[in-house]
């Protein structure tokens, strides 16, 4: 039987070589998923968003155990996204981290929470400065 183990990473992260296409999205999201040995059952599904000040990809993938999502900002002078990964499956951000190597990954700050129990609480943070200089009103 199959027991849940609530867990939920939260990353803000700065980056130099963003996807640009649906397609290399959705490939990052599948692999993804396979380095923390979880299933897809819907997607990835991805989309490009060209609304001024929000342009670039936004995406998601409908885990067995839950979910992952990823807005990505192209057009900011250093390109910045904002990701989660819910999962009842056992995990660790530094898995999930290294995945955003291929993205030129600058700096980041997340939050890790155990969603087991009546209380939610967050059992890791963590986060790694740039040398660039990027701008903090993002």
């Known amino acids: ?10 990353v803000k992260g700065y980056c130099t070589t963003p996807p640009h296409e649906v397609s290399e999205l959705n ?26 000040g929000n342009e670039g ?10 979910h992952a999502s990823i807005h990505i900002w192209e057009k900011y002078d250093t390109p910045m996204f904002q990701f989660d990964i819910y999962s009842c499956c056992c995990f660790s951000p530094e898995e999930v981290l290294t995945h955003f190597q291929e993205f030129g990954l ?33």
């Not at 039987?1 to 939260?10: A, D, E, G, K």
């Not at 299933?39 to 989309?47: H, L, R």
């Not at 790694?128 to 990027?134: A, D, E, G, P, Q």
Request: proline letters at 4%; aromatic letters at 10%.
């Open 1 to 10: 039987m199959f027991i849940p183990n609530h867990l939920h990473l939260i």
């Open 106 to 138: 600058l700096s980041y700050n997340y939050i890790f929470i155990d969603r087991n129990g009546d209380d939610m609480v967050i059992t890791q943070r963590g986060e790694k400065k740039s040398v660039k200089k990027i701008d903090p009103n993002y």
């Open 57 to 66: 990809l936004t995406g998601t993938v409908t885990l067995a155990t839950s």
């Open 27 to 52: 490939d990052w999201f599948t692999r993804l998923v396979e380095r923390v040995r979880m299933k897809v059952v819907a997607g990835p599904t991805s989309v490009y968003v060209a609304d001024e």
